[in-house]
Structure formats: structure tokens, C-alpha cells
């Protein structure tokens, strides 16, 4: 990358972060000054699907939940390149069936990983 493109990545990067802090200290400005409203107890209570939080406000869920959720998430977006891979399929020849071949064995060793590990075990 040549010194013009850091120019610009730092560029890219200053904007962003000022536009950041514009927008928060625009709608603050809005908020406090403009419509004279001041933040109260009751907006810094954490949210619990409206429904006052009995003893700890803190549950931690199983580590099971999160990692079913991420696989699925990466299946998710695998069907994505696959779509698109379908799409194009003539254009690639064997090249492009032989790639895919590769990429939905490793989606399966994946998977029989994770069915191995008792991800996939709803609790």
C-alpha cells in the first residue's frame, strides 16, 4: 500500500470517528438543551422484557446457546456462497464443481465435529 492509500485509510478513519461524535453530541444537544429533558432512574434500570428484575440482574446463559447460534450463523452465510456459486456453476466448468466439493466437505467435517462435541444438543 503506498503512502497516498494510508493517507486516505487515516482519512477515512478521522471522518468516521468525528461524524461519530457529531451525530452523539447532536442528539444529546437535541435531547437536553432543545427539549429540556434530562435522563431519569428508571432509563438506566436494565430492560427485562418489561418485567422488574428479581434478585441478581445477571443470568448467564449456557455456553451451548451461543455456540449452536454461531453455527448457525456460519451455515447461515455458507448457503450464501453457495447461492451464488449455483449461480455462476456453468461459467466454472470442473474447476468450480471440484472447488465446491471442497467447500461443503470441510462444511461437513464442521459439522460432524460440532455433532461429535454435542453442540447440537438443545439441553
Known amino acids: 500500500m503506498s503512502a497516498l492509500g ?3 485509510a487515516g482519512l477515512f478513519f478521522i471522518v468516521g ?3 461519530v ?3 452523539t453530541s447532536a442528539a444529546r444537544i437535541l435531547n437536553v438543551v432543545l427539549l429540556r429533558r434530562k435522563a431519569y432512574p ?3 434500570v436494565t430492560y427485562e422484557s418489561g418485567e422488574v428484575a428479581i434478585g441478581s440482574a445477571w443470568v448467564q446463559y449456557p455456553l ?3 455456540i449452536f447460534a454461531l453455527l448457525f450463523v456460519a451455515f447461515d452465510v ?3 456462497f453457495i447461492i451464488a456459486w449455483a449461480v455462476i456453476f456453468q461459467n466454472l466448468g470442473w474447476f468450480g464443481f471440484v472447488e465446491i466439493t471442497f467447500f461443503i466437505l470441510v462444511l461437513a467435517l ?3 465435529y460440532a ?4 453442540v447440537t444438543k438443545w439441553i
Open 6 to 8: 494510508y493517507f486516505y
Open 110 to 112: 464442521g459439522l460432524v
Open 17 to 19: 470517528f468525528g461524524f
Open 42 to 44: 428508571a432509563k438506566t
Open 21 to 23: 461524535v457529531l451525530a
Open 115 to 118: 455433532w461429535r462435541k454435542g
Open 78 to 80: 455458507d448457503i450464501v
Open 64 to 66: 451451548a446457546f451461543y
